[in-house]
């Protein structure tokens, strides 16, 4: 009897680990260069980004990080981009993620080295760096850094490429 309270017991810990795996865990998940993170679709090939955008006549949205020691990156993904209002806004954009570990094992050297490369094109001098350029690649708006976990500024970003871009 003793043996199938604790099998019974040791089913209903693991299911339960199981229901709060499903729950909590973040997935990311590469299809095509895109990177698919909590319902946004990133681009992490510029150029392909940059034909969509061409061909949708859709401006886009160039975010800079350094995911594996970026502080403020990470803490822009959780106040700005992991947010339903940016999930919203960010439907009139075409959206381009542009890594830059430290860590070999996160992007390939190719993809690191192009990154990079774009990184000085665009004169960028902090991260996180998030650029607005239009369907060309032509930048229009710009907003480096993010302190203090506020992220007005970055709205206020949103609202000016509204102007800019007549959304």
Same mark, same amino acid.
């Given at each position: 009897m003793m043996k199938y309270f604790v099998l019974l017991l040791f089913l209903v810990a693991t299911f339960g680990l199981i229901a709060q #795996? !499903?729950?909590? +865990?973040? *997935? !990311?998940v590469e299809i095509e260069n895109q990177i698919t993170v909590d319902s946004l679709d990133w681009? +992490? #090939?510029?150029?392909?980004a940059l034909k969509h955008a061409g061909k949708s006549r859709k401006p886009m949205l160039v975010y800079f990080s350094g995911s594996d020691?970026? +502080?403020?990156c990470k803490n822009l993904e959780q106040k700005?981009?992991?947010t339903p209002r940016f999930i919203n806004e960010s439907q009139n954009y075409i &959206?381009? *993620? &542009? #890594?830059?570990?430290f860590r070999d094992d996160?992007?390939?050297?190719?993809e690191k080295k192009a990154n990079k490369k774009l990184f !000085?094109? *665009?004169?960028?001098s902090r991260y996180p760096t998030l650029l607005a350029l239009d369907h060309k690649g032509k930048e229009k708006n710009r907003i480096e850094n993010f302190s203090g976990g506020d992220a007005r500024y970055h709205w206020n970003?949103?609202? !000016?490429?509204?102007?800019?871009f007549r959304f």
């Open positions: #795996d !499903e729950n909590n +865990t973040r *997935y !990311e681009y +992490t #090939d510029f150029d392909k020691w970026c +502080t403020p700005f981009f992991n &959206l381009v *993620y &542009l #890594d830059i570990p996160i992007v390939s050297p190719q !000085e094109k *665009y004169n960028n970003f949103m609202a !000016e490429n509204e102007k800019i």
